[in-house]
């Protein structure tokens, strides 16, 4: 649930924090998205402090890196070496940590390879969202809980009901709609590109 509010959450303050402009295919793709969460809280009748520490805190996180201008990967690295001091100081008080790491021989690739793939990916989105605008980035933050969904779905083949489709179809429709919008987008701008050059 932290992670539907995000995007929501991160919007608003978008607008009020930055001054972004929404268009009327944003705000479209925004309704939607807003009514798969609004029935998603309906359905589940749940909140959890987790969930608001997700959707209150990501969006200073994201906007404030934004607003700063810090390089992706230098952010990233920052975060990563803050966040490991406290991490090692609990795994040492935690004594049977490093003998369980000893005696299953595949954490020893398995563990970095994690690390690896979590900092790239971390890096990738923290450098997307300072070169698009916030609503964007976050209708577009809907994609990860989406792709969850169709995994959980098909690969894990997890048991949904009718009601978790209402919560994610007006969700997928905003990405869609969003999806189709830039197509329309880029292929004016490729059509106009060609066009000026015709005209030299």
Known sequence: MGYFLFPLVMEILGRIWLKEPLSHIQKLALCLAACGVAHELWHTQSFSWTSLWVCLVYPFYYLSRKKMQIPAL??????????????????????????????????????????????IGLSANLKSSQQIPVSLFAVLSYIEPALLFLIALVWLDTAVSPADYLTYIPIWASLILLGGNGLIKNRDKNNRTLAGKSNE
Do not use: H, K, T
């Not at 920052?78 to 001091?85: A, N, R, Y």
């Not at 369980?100 to 021989?105: N, V, Y």
């Not at 020893?108 to 390879?113: F, M, Q, R, T, V």
């Open 74 to 119: 230098q952010g990233i690295a920052l975060d990563i070496f803050l966040i490991s001091i406290p991490c090692a100081i609990y795994l040492i008080y935690q004594g049977n940590s490093f003998q369980l790491i000893a005696d299953e021989w595949r954490y020893w690739y398995l563990l970095p390879a994690l690390g690896m793939v979590s900092a």
